[in-house]
């Protein structure tokens, strides 16, 4: 029930009635027009600036447009229509319309808030795409939530999504890996190695597939030349890495439907799409400018086959293949992504580092290129991520080497304060992380914040039982309520806020924006809080009042209604909702 959407649709048929009967001209672009909670509380329940933005193409003061508009808005549940400024129309609704916005979501429990906005639509969420050259450091934590967050959000908004990790296992860093696994096999054979050379991977973690070749394999390959070794090792190297970096996203509740792996594109795969695009004359032999700014590693001075990226939106077009013949990373990008369209996904979303930022226009002009502009692709660019442990600034892995992995940080402090605090920022914007922060039972930690809240709720219905046994206290119970009898304003406030809930998750889930869905379940909980606070004071504000059980089952619905929508997002985000914290 999104009380927001029914109003837009009523403004629309009042626009539409004013159309036919010759107040307004035909034609008029309603996309702009929206409505929302005003910012000032004072102002009433819903705000919209249909006359601000139509005022131009209905050659009229916005201010008297709103006033034609205005009169048409009084109907069922709306107490009053005002006007403010130079155009906006205030609506203010009746106490009804909220209580059954809390009937709704006692029916509906954690799934209030779902809609069918998707209408089954698939998409392909990739992300975390770490190379699996190593553990995961922290700064793929934030990626692999906004990622998840994201896919769950949208199918929670009714789409079909399929969750996707791309192996890059093709290039010349997964020969360095092998590499640095055949000194670790030589170590655990017994022979001294040194200080690791400068180009391999140092970290001790892969001492253990070292040590796993070493039982299998014995001495055979420690003096044998590099050819005879490396496809072995290679794929021993790959296999652990992701069964490594597999344990590490199951441990933040990460599972991926999909691991598409970049050597499976061999055998021809991406010459074909290169053919196809240059039998569609999107691919030429040419000569680009030097970049201008920061240098662009695939740039080089000479004749070159080039994608026409320019053609569909990118600044400049992109090189295929590089000066030895061999393909760019850039061309099997294309391939990868042209599979992604061929599976029967339309829309695509990758969640990327912040470091792939002049990636992105190529990409999105290779998938509409691809797609013969029939699919889209959202990148999603997620910043860095900063550790601090009490003000102090965290930098090395005992384990890693030079990184702090993303596993140590889940075993210091939380999945939940991981994929809580991730959240907390939006995705383009830095993020700082501390690791005492996050675990202190206070205001201060919006996770604990947020959970303590639900457990909260559920103490409530623990201690109604406990005093009030008789009383009926299940969702259809609850739905009969006398919600007349929530009049404290800080008991309305909630209600009002309760309704947010589904416009929030239509909101988050089109911009592809879960902190949005983390500021609210904070705001949500901070009301709750103050709420209960109040009680302390006011005894009469008390959830359970044993000489009224009317009024207690009212707030047991209010109550259990905050519950559902906590329980609700925090599930969304990935995030526990418990019954208890101690």
Request: with cysteine; glycine share 8%; aromatic share 8%.
């Amino acid at each position: 029930m999104n009380i927001f959407n029914d109003f837009e649709l009523r403004i629309t048929a009042a626009l539409a009635a004013m159309t036919a009967e010759g107040e307004l001209p035909q034609g008029l672009d309603l996309s702009r027009v929206v409505c929302e909670p005003p910012r000032d509380r004072s102002h009433g329940d819903i705000s919209t600036n249909a006359a601000m933005v139509l005022a131009k193409e209905a050659k009229m003061a916005p201010r008297a447009l709103a006033e034609k508009i205005a009169p048409r808005l009084q109907s069922r549940g709306v107490a009053k229509v005002e006007l403010a400024g130079p155009g906006f129309i205030n609506i203010t609704l009746e106490p009804e319309v909220f209580d059954q916005v809390l009937r709704v979501s006692l029916a509906e429990g954690a799934r209030f808030g779902a809609t069918t906005l998707g209408e089954g639509v698939k998409v392909n969420v990739e992300y975390v795409s770490a190379n699996p050259t190593g553990p995961m450091h922290v700064g793929h934590g934030r990626g692999a939530v906004v990622g998840d967050a994201i896919a769950s959000l949208l199918a929670f908004a009714g789409h079909a999504v399929t969750r996707e990790y791309y192996i890059n296992d093709a290039g010349s860093q997964v020969d360095v890996l092998a590499r640095s696994v055949h000194l670790r096999y030589r170590e655990a054979l017994g022979e001294p190695i040194g200080e690791i050379p400068s180009g391999l991977y140092p970290g001790d973690y892969l001492k253990p597939i070292g040590e796993k070749l070493a039982r299998l394999h014995g001495p055979v390959y420690a003096k044998a030349p590099e050819a005879a070794w490396m496809p072995t090792f290679r794929d021993a190297a790959i296999d652990s890495m992701m069964e490594l970096i597999r344990q590490d996203l199951a441990a933040l509740g990460i599972r991926h439907d999909i691991f598409f792996s970049e050597r499976s594109l061999a055998g021809g795969r991406v010459e074909a799409v290169i053919a196809d695009l240059a039998a569609r004359g999107l691919v030429y032999q040419g000569r680009l400018p030097p970049p201008k700014g920061q240098v662009d590693p695939d740039w080089e001075d000479r004749e070159q086959t080039l994608f026409r990226s320019t053609a569909f939106g990118d600044d400049v077009d992109r090189p295929l293949r590089k000066s030895d013949g061999s393909l760019t990373y850039f061309a099997s990008d294309i391939a990868y992504h042209a599979t992604k369209f061929e599976r029967g996904f339309k829309k695509m979303i990758d969640v990327l580092g912040a470091d792939h930022g002049g990636y992105v226009k190529r990409m999105q002009a290779a998938v509409r290129a691809v797609s013969g502009g029939t699919a889209s692709l959202d990148v999603r660019l997620c910043q860095l991520v900063r550790l601090f442990r009490n003000g102090e600034r965290v930098k090395m892995s005992k384990r890693a080497g030079d990184f702090v992995t993303l596993r140590e940080v889940v075993d210091e402090v939380g999945a939940d304060a991981v994929r809580f605090m991730m959240l907390m920022r939006k995705n383009d914007a830095p993020l700082d992380f501390d690791l005492a922060k996050v675990i202190e039972q206070s205001k201060d930690n919006p996770v604990f914040y947020v959970q303590y809240a639900h457990a909260r709720c559920q103490s409530v219905r623990r201690q109604t039982r406990e005093v009030m046994g008789e009383l009926e206290i299940d969702a259809a119970a609850l739905a009969k309520a006398d919600l007349a009898l929530l009049s404290d304003p800080s008991e309305r406030s909630i209600l009002k806020l309760l309704a947010q809930y589904p416009r929030i998750v239509e909101q988050a889930a089109a911009a592809r924006e879960p902190h949005r869905t983390t500021f609210y379940l904070y705001e949500l909980a901070s009301e709750f809080h103050a709420h209960w606070n109040k009680g302390k004071d006011f005894p009469g504000l008390r959830f359970v009042n044993q000489t009224s059980t009317n009024l207690t089952t009212a707030r047991l619905a209010l109550v259990t209604g905050v519950r559902n929508v906590l329980a609700s997002g925090l599930i969304v985000i990935g995030v526990s909702a418990p019954d208890e914290m101690r």
